[in-house]
């Protein structure tokens, strides 16, 4: 195996921008669906796989919401959400920051309550029997009026306790962050942590919304900061964390060769990046096969691999000393 592929197994890792509900396998669509009753427009396994062809962000989000139906019951959130802590086991992601659309259930008449109780009882488990840390991000659906994301902020009330903060995701071009301002300030005023999807589709202006306005902690993706140098000093002074995910970008033509990826020069340009896996069933694979690809096609090095791996426990919500002790684990297993 390559060094650097071998290195990249062995580190530690910190997974920050995966939605739990695109990490639903095709097996397990099939069997929840079965389980609970629910038609699929597929034969079998290999026809939901042979689907996933997308043009755009949009395309994905039409089989992405369609997915999620087969998502019904306490159990069917916790083996999910199980099968994604077993994935980062195998990958040696020790923690991660978990986003879910509670929108794109509690809409068609699943209740907040089996929603995140089901992820919950999995996050616990994965601490208490595979070690693995973990936080929860609750997303708002930007294609919806803002009334329905504070009614939804208002329905986690009595969970605010255990959600680390409040993202926002889904079709970014014509919803702009201004337009979850009042929001996103609620949630701020709640203790909550702010991060927002900006800059995937949407233009570089959006990214600045996300971090004036909405008074975000992080940029999801932000791949389009790169045509702002303004921005781009920016973000750099300020070490805003953006958390990349180079296979969904494959994917959903945010870039259209792997080749062209603009991981480096986002490095090269001070940027503190991240590698993530987003949608990880949709778009072919977890958090190493995320850092292979950049290997195959950017002949990505070690010193870079080394530099987002510790950025991504930086840019995590970790308390300090969690954060220390991760980084000198991957100090020493890097052999620095
Ligand atoms: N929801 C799930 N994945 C997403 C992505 N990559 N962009 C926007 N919304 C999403
Ligand atoms: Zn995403």
Redesign the pocket.
Known sequence: MDSRKQLIKNLPKAEL???IE?SLEPEMMFDLAQRNGVSLPYADVESIRAAYQFDCLQDFLDLYYQGMSVLQTQQDFYDLTWAYLLRCRDDNVVHAEI?FDPQGHTGRGVDFETVFEGISAALRDGEHKLGISSQIIMCFLRHLEEEDAMATLIEAGPFVDRIAGVGL?SSEVGHPPSKFQDVFDLAGELGLRRVA?AG?EGPPEYILEALDGLQVDRI??GNRSLEDPALVGRLAELKIPL?V?PQ?NLRLAVVADMKDHPIRSMLEAGLNVTV?S??PAYFGGYMNDNFNALVDAIDLSEAEIIKLVNNSFESSFLDKASKQKHLESVRVLAGA
């Open positions: 921008h995966i939605h695109g986003f995701d999807h995937e999801d993706h958390t995910c969904s993530n987003d949608d």
